[in-house]
């Protein structure tokens, strides 16, 4: 381990334990949990889970990072490694924020991602879908230099794919879209429906808004609206444009990305003429394709 890495894990001590348990005797805090250092090329990750756990963890990460830099690739040299916090208790989680914040299964601060995997509070799929979002937030913050210009659109819709990304046999797989569980209700097997049934509900009712506004949105319109809506939103259309027609326009979702990042639309028109460039002229049209191709997926029957 670097002495840079070192200085990193110091700071990362600091940063678990919160300003609670930064304040307690060491002898104290070693009696009462064991925390270490974990170190990948792209992670410096800092728990108290068991070590198995932890190893896992750091396995699940890497995999997460090399799913981001295959859709959008950082520098290769010059990048500080990027802090993760895992808890294994609530209470020391909830200890590193602010008295009375409101928590959820993790948070990227603006600096270091930080989730609770206790099994209890919240299951760890969930957690993981969490930590898949969250982690899409730090990576493209701190290696592509996100702004607070760049279209809130995809940075959400682009962290809510990979928040849906499953893993399976070591590795995480993208594209797959909840079509629901069969759950036994009495007697009978059925369908508790899924997002794919959520989405179609919500186009066959108009509750999406239209492409040209949801693409001009701006930082505080959306912080204003952040509601299941709009989340659904943006992960079925940066969906769509990623595997509808066997992926033709993923390489257009790419370049835009690349636009947005290297000159971020500060006005709503400069947002609107970027989108018409990479994906055509008129975004109603767009509009019908996309949502025609979310209400032809197949829905399967609601009792099994």
Known sequence: MTKKTRQQC???????????GALRAADDLAAEQTVRCYVSPHYLLYTDLPERDAREALERLTAMYELYRRFAPAP???????????????????????PGERLNAGRYDGVALRAVLDGETFSPPDVWR????EGWHQYSHRLLGRSASTPLWLEEGLAEYFAAAVWKDGELHTGTID????????????LQPGRLQRVQTRIRTGQFRPLEKLVTMSPDEWRQQVNPVNHDQVWSFTHFLLHAGQGRRRESLKAYLADVLRDPPAEPEKALAIFRTHFGGDPADLQNEYESWWLAQPVPPEVE
Do not use: N, T, W
């Open 179 to 190: 079509v629901g569980a069969y759950v036994l209700r009495g007697e009978a097997i059925v």
């Open 10 to 20: 110091a700071v990362c001590l600091l940063l678990l334990l919160g300003p609670a």
């Open 130 to 133: 969490v930590i898949q979002h």
């Open 76 to 98: 290769d040299e010059g990048l500080a490694k990027l802090p993760v916090y895992l808890y294994r208790r609530f209470e020391k989680y909830r200890q590193s924020f602010r």
